[in-house]
């Protein structure tokens, strides 16, 4: 793999349903991101992480966990999926918090909550 | 006033044609920017970043009014390649990003 992988690319889900968003780099960025975009809304930051064993809170983080185990992964959960959690979620990363050469994103999972 | 406010479009230009986009952000004290492009249905990828007044790049020039708190991409000589969503990004205080909801650019032949 080279950059960001993310798994599923898509899936469609039923609400109350617990789902593990998957993202993988190796790059060995410190930071990583996860963002969910919505038509008209642009990307919204949901949660983040500086460095491994650490996380932080985005704009939109209720109803999503994350971990950071280590550096090279970063794991989104829905513990109880919501229609309103339709969206497509990118993970992103950059070498330092400080993004000075901006992200890198993986290529997305479309998400469908029925 | 949004952090990161850009002109959703459609801009529909013809090829040849030079084309500038606009964003406004709230936060005096952002010091680096970015532009991004996003193809349907496909990640965001950098596209240039901007950490003083201005920065060229072939085709492409982006440029930074600290004063009035704006930022501008300008395309020269349009190509139907360049047919995507921009999308502005500014730092904030809480050490991320915040992205517009972007500028979609269709370039017609």
């Known amino acids: 793999i080279a950059g960001i992988t993310q798994a599923p690319t898509s899936q469609i889900l039923a609400a109350g349903r617990r789902m593990t968003l998957r993202c993988t780099q190796d790059?060995?960025?410190?930071?990583m991101y996860w963002y969910r975009q919505d038509l008209g809304l642009g990307l919204r930051l949901i949660h983040y992480?500086?460095?491994?064993?650490?996380?932080g809170k985005g704009e939109v983080p209720d109803g999503y966990s994350v971990s950071r185990a280590n550096t090279d992964d970063f794991p989104l959960t829905l513990a109880s999926a919501v229609p309103s959690q339709t969206s497509v979620y990118f993970c992103?990363?950059?070498?330092?918090?400080?993004?000075?050469?901006?992200?890198?994103f993986g290529s997305g999972t479309r998400l469908t909550v029925v | 006033r949004k952090e990161v406010e850009q002109d959703p479009g459609p801009f529909n230009v013809p090829e040849g044609a030079t084309v500038a986009f606009n964003c406004t952000y709230s936060?005096?004290?952002?010091?680096?920017f970015f532009w991004y492009r996003q193809d349907c249905r496909k990640e965001p990828k950098l596209l240039m970043s901007?950490?003083?007044s201005g920065n060229e790049d072939g085709r492409f020039t982006a440029q930074l009014n600290r004063a009035s708190q704006y930022i501008s991409l300008l395309i020269r000589d349009s190509k139907l390649s360049d047919s995507a969503t921009y999308l502005c990004?500014?730092?904030?205080?809480?050490?991320?990003?915040?992205f517009g909801a972007g500028t979609r650019l269709t370039v017609k032949p």
């Open positions: 992103a990363s950059s070498d330092t918090p400080q993004a000075w050469e901006g992200y890198t």
């Open positions: 790059m060995r960025h410190n930071a």
């Open positions: 992480s500086n460095t491994a064993g650490t996380t």
């Open positions: 936060n005096s004290a952002s010091q680096s």
């Open positions: 901007v950490y003083s």
């Open positions: 990004v500014v730092p904030v205080p809480q050490g991320d990003m915040r």
